[in-house]
């Protein structure tokens, strides 16, 4: 009997992506970054005229060939490779061919969208704090002296620009509640905080180890957690003699040059970063390139979840434990 928990319902089921990774044989998978391949519809293409690019306003990819002339979303792609005289019979198309794909195949969770380079934050706008920010950052016990602290700034918009591929400039304004800016010691913005955007909390615009403007090199030991908002919670543990940092994301290694510096100014250095498995592996790798002991919390996904749906008392208790048997 074939299962029925993977059935789709509609067009919107299928991933935008997946259509252009499986019709086009894409060597590599989609996740924000534009991609420009020899032409679909034209085999004498000797160079690559076919690019395939996030389209920032639809929230989705698009393609552009200019081999052939063809352009538009997944629907006009399989329209024109296959030669379908109407939009319905490409849509038939996709949704039966994606309906056997996930008979068959393992489909992966939806991929998170990044920001590529290509993407420049061009200008904002600081706003004064509302009663909504403040009930958003009191749910993980986060008061306005440690935003003070850690400068983070509640914004009213900002502006990303972007190259098109036939090098005019478009212009996005964001404008939305729960945005914020997190600035360095000297007024730069090197990110923007969306929590309630799903696919695009996190805009980079510029490098920075986070939290680092912030260290006195004071303490014994020095904690590294997976976000500046876990940075943030941990001091409200008031845990003694522990200072923190935090990288741009788990996925992104603090370089050697950075840990090289820090390394003789503590006594030990421990990872805490988020307890399901890209978390898990994200310390690993830790403590295979620098040897850097880490510990798990196993309570909610990550350290400002837990002391949100556990309280304070709870998670320092819980966090002391683990600590101390790697200090």
Sequence with gaps: MISTKNIIASLKDVPKEWVFEYYLNLKEKLTGQDVKILSAFNSKDKVPSMFIYFDLKSDSYKFKDFSSGFQGDTIELIKNLYNFTDRSFAVAKIFNDYQEYIITHKVSEKKVMLFHDKFKVIDFEMRHWTNLDATYWKEYKINSKILEE??????????????????????????????????????????????????????????????????????????????????????????????????????????????????????????????????????????????????????????????????????????????????
């Design 150 to 327: 850690y400068n983070v700034r509640p914004l009213s918009y900002f502006t990303m620009e972007k190259k098109e591929l036939d090098t005019s400039i478009t212009t996005f304004k964001f404008e939305k509640a729960y945005m914020y800016g997190y600035f360095r010691k000297d007024g730069s913005l090197y990110k923007i905080y969306m929590p309630k955007v799903k696919d695009k909390k996190f805009i980079k615009t510029q490098n920075y180890v986070q939290g680092t403007d912030q260290l006195k090199y004071d303490t014994k030991y020095l904690i590294i957690t997976s976000s500046l908002k876990d940075l943030m919670c941990f001091k409200k543990l008031n845990i003694s003699n522990v200072e923190c940092i935090a990288p741009d994301s788990e996925n992104t290694m603090i370089g050697e040059s950075v840990i090289s510096k820090l390394i003789p100014k503590y006594s030990k250095i421990i990872i805490l970063f988020d307890n399901d498995e890209p978390g898990i592996k994200a310390a690993q790798r830790y403590k295979e390139k620098y040897n850097f002991d880490y510990v798990v919390l196993e309570m909610s996904k990550d350290l400002s979840d837990s002391i949100k749906d556990n309280g304070i008392e709870a998670v320092r208790n819980n966090l002391l434990i683990l600590l101390k048997q790697k200090l």
